[in-house]
């Protein structure tokens, strides 16, 4: 019943949105729809259904992870949001006063595409058919690609299309990938029967799967998904999609929806583990995660957009995930713990980034200067979250990057240690220049710092998400501990 809803509600309600006129009623339920959808979420924690067999819904350890992240950031960007779609309304009414054509269709295609891209979420965070996680994912880039566009802006037009190309890409990938997977099962069920592509159907059979076609269908998979997530080289189009987003997009986009992606990924490693192929899996892991943070290393420094900073920075981290996943033991935990750090500063700083492009009126990082003189509160924040995105103690975000280089250490990998280190240090260098700029100095003469209703409410998003990721670092809570165990061990970690 409560998973029914949590994959039904969100649609309806962005259907519903569609609909609606008042702009009021509209706001009204997206931030309705946000509240239950957590409500729900945590009933799910709460009374987790079993799952097993064939059946195309449930909620397991690593769906359940990465929908509470979902929902947790749904809810902060929809309160951030409701600044956001004021002062939108503002300026568009402010420019149909000077004679500009004035509609209220943004909006609602903004409230209502929102909607549609938490449920194409939800629906991949409890897909179990793999099949079907395909087309959940593939959902995700459809409804999100409206808001990409949301400014309606000759750049903002470039990243849309950039990102429908190169995604579409990617899912084909995975599409193919999904083939190759119904080929290694077709004669691994009982009597040479196909098995179905059932995630509890295919670790049962997997010791019978034909391991050619497994591997094929996980290279694939990986590229495909991979893309979607942002692992380099696949990354380009996530760099133009977060600079040219509205900054709530970018925090879903960067702190959810990559995740789900990493979720497809996920679901083919553990096939792959349970068929004995692990350490062929592992090893292109590993791979993969070290050639994401060194791509995201080379453009960080010197970097010029701090949008695109923070682009890079989750090219980054998921690069990292990866490696984790990759490096096993301790690694997975980590990984799973790393999850859930990322999201809440990656979403955190995209929030306070939009804070800051809205009075500075500009993304390049040698004209932002002052912040913490001119906006205390959000320069507060915005050095907050460089502490957080860098691994900084006593931020969450430290322990669980020490658990992946303690990871490899107990594998005797130091190659793959001392690799990660220099590499997590130049990317600290490249952040804490371009943080530390923006913050201090000088604020420009003439800026005319926008005394705006919704900018303490703005505020009020980033600075829980971030108190959340001081709290996951100075203390964490037995329960999450032991749901952080049980997904490691899903992952074939420790």
Same mark, same amino acid.
């Given at each position: 019943?409560?998973?029914?809803?949590?994959?039904?509600?969100?649609?309806?309600?962005?259907?519903?949105?569609?609909?609606?006129?008042?702009?009021?009623?509209?706001?009204?339920?997206?931030?309705?729809?946000?509240?239950?959808?957590?409500?729900?979420?945590?009933?799910?924690?709460?009374?987790?259904?079993?799952?097993?067999?064939?059946?195309?819904?449930?909620?397991?350890?690593?769906?359940?992870?990465?929908?509470?992240?979902?929902?947790?950031?749904?809810?902060?960007?929809?309160?951030?949001?409701?600044?956001?779609?004021?002062?939108?309304?503002?300026?568009?009414?402010?420019?149909?006063?000077?004679?500009?054509?004035?509609?209220?269709?943004?909006?609602?295609?903004?409230?209502?595409?929102?909607?549609?891209?938490?449920?194409?979420?939800?629906?991949?965070?409890?897909?179990?058919?793999?099949?079907?996680?395909?087309?959940?994912?593939?959902?995700?880039?459809?409804?999100?690609?409206?808001?990409?566009?949301?400014?309606?802006?000759?750049?903002?037009?470039?990243?849309?299309?950039?990102?429908?190309?190169?995604?579409?890409?990617?899912?084909?990938?995975?599409?193919?990938?999904?083939?190759?997977? +119904?080929?290694?099962?077709?004669?691994?069920?009982?009597?040479?029967?196909?098995?179905?592509?059932?995630?509890?159907?295919?670790?049962? =059979?997997?010791?019978?799967?034909?391991?050619?076609?497994?591997?094929?269908?996980?290279?694939?998979?990986?590229?495909?998904?991979?893309?979607?997530?942002?692992?380099?080289?696949?990354?380009?189009?996530?760099?133009?999609?977060?600079?040219?987003?509205?900054?709530?997009?970018?925090?879903?986009?960067?702190?959810?929806?990559?995740?789900?992606?990493?979720?497809?990924?996920?679901?083919?490693?553990?096939?792959?583990?349970?068929?004995?192929?692990?350490?062929?899996?592992?090893?292109?892991?590993?791979?993969?995660?070290?050639?994401?943070?060194?791509?995201?290393?080379?453009?960080?420094?010197?970097?010029?957009?701090?949008?695109?900073?923070?682009?890079?920075?989750?090219?980054?981290?998921?690069?990292?995930?990866?490696?984790?996943?990759?490096?096993?033991? =301790?690694?997975?935990?980590?990984?799973?713990?790393?999850?859930?750090?990322?999201?809440?500063?990656?979403?955190?700083?995209?929030?306070? =980034?939009?804070?800051?492009?809205?009075?500075?009126?500009?993304?390049?990082?040698?004209?932002?200067?002052?912040?913490?003189?001119?906006?205390?509160?959000?320069?507060?924040?915005?050095?907050?979250?460089?502490?957080?995105?860098?691994?900084?103690?006593?931020?969450?975000?430290?322990?669980?990057?020490?658990?992946?280089?303690?990871?490899?250490?107990?594998?005797?990998?130091?190659?793959?240690?001392?690799?990660?280190?220099?590499?997590?240090?130049?990317?600290?260098?490249?952040?804490?220049?371009?943080?530390?700029?923006?913050?201090?100095?000088?604020?420009?003469? +003439?800026?005319?710092?926008?005394?705006?209703?919704?900018?303490?409410?703005?505020?009020?998003?980033?600075?829980?998400?971030?108190?959340?990721?001081?709290?996951?670092?100075?203390?964490?809570?037995?329960?999450?501990?032991?749901?952080?165990?049980?997904?490691?061990?899903?992952?074939? +970690?420790?």
């Amino acid at each position: 019943m409560i998973t029914g809803t949590l994959l039904i509600l969100p649609w309806l309600a962005g259907l519903l949105a569609f609909a609606l006129r008042p702009a009021g009623l509209r706001r009204a339920l997206l931030v309705g729809t946000a509240l239950a959808h957590l409500g729900l979420t945590g009933s799910l924690w709460c009374r987790r259904p079993s799952v097993g067999g064939t059946g195309w819904f449930g909620p397991d350890g690593p769906g359940l992870l990465f929908l509470g992240i979902t929902s947790g950031l749904f809810l902060a960007a929809s309160v951030y949001a409701l600044g956001y779609l004021a002062r939108e309304a503002r300026v568009t009414h402010r420019d149909f006063e000077e004679g500009f054509l004035f509609q209220n269709e943004p909006e609602r295609v903004f409230v209502g595409c929102l909607l549609c891209f938490l449920g194409a979420m939800t629906l991949v965070c409890l897909s179990r058919e793999l099949g079907l996680l395909w087309v959940a994912v593939e959902a995700t880039t459809l409804a999100s690609a409206p808001l990409i566009y949301f400014h309606r802006h000759h750049r903002s037009l470039e990243a849309t299309w950039k990102y429908l190309l190169v995604c579409s890409v990617g899912i084909a990938l995975a599409l193919l990938g999904n083939f190759f997977l +119904g080929m290694a099962a077709a004669r691994a069920g009982s009597n040479g029967q196909p098995v179905p592509l059932s995630l509890d159907a295919l670790l049962v =059979a997997a010791p019978g799967l034909q391991m050619p076609w497994l591997k094929a269908a996980f290279i694939l998979l990986l590229i495909g998904y991979g893309t979607k997530m942002g692992l380099a080289p696949m990354h380009t189009w996530l760099p133009d999609a977060h600079s040219e987003s509205p900054s709530v997009v970018s925090a879903l986009l960067s702190g959810a929806v990559l995740n789900c992606a990493f979720l497809g990924i996920l679901r083919a490693y553990q096939v792959c583990a349970a068929a004995g192929q692990g350490e062929f899996a592992r090893e292109l892991l590993i791979l993969f995660g070290l050639l994401s943070m060194g791509v995201a290393a080379v453009f960080i420094l010197g970097q010029t957009d701090y949008k695109r900073l923070l682009a890079y920075s989750s090219v980054e981290h998921m690069g990292i995930l990866a490696l984790g996943v990759g490096l096993g033991g =301790a690694g997975a935990f980590g990984s799973a713990w790393h999850a859930i750090n990322h999201s809440l500063t990656k979403a955190a700083l995209f929030l306070v =980034a939009g804070n800051i492009l809205t009075v500075y009126q500009t993304k390049s990082i040698h004209d932002v200067r002052g912040v913490s003189h001119a906006l205390p509160w959000t320069g507060a924040l915005w050095t907050a979250g460089l502490l957080a995105v860098t691994g900084t103690p006593p931020f969450g975000s430290f322990h669980s990057e020490l658990l992946i280089l303690k990871a490899a250490l107990d594998g005797h990998q130091g190659w793959i240690a001392g690799l990660y280190l220099a590499l997590l240090g130049l990317i600290f260098v490249g952040m804490a220049t371009a943080f530390l700029r923006m913050a201090q100095g000088r604020t420009p003469g +003439g800026l005319e710092v926008q005394r705006l209703q919704y900018l303490g409410l703005a505020q009020a998003p980033p600075a829980v998400l971030l108190l959340l990721v001081l709290a996951l670092g100075v203390h964490l809570p037995e329960g999450l501990r032991l749901w952080l165990q049980e997904v490691a061990h899903a992952w074939g +970690g420790a």
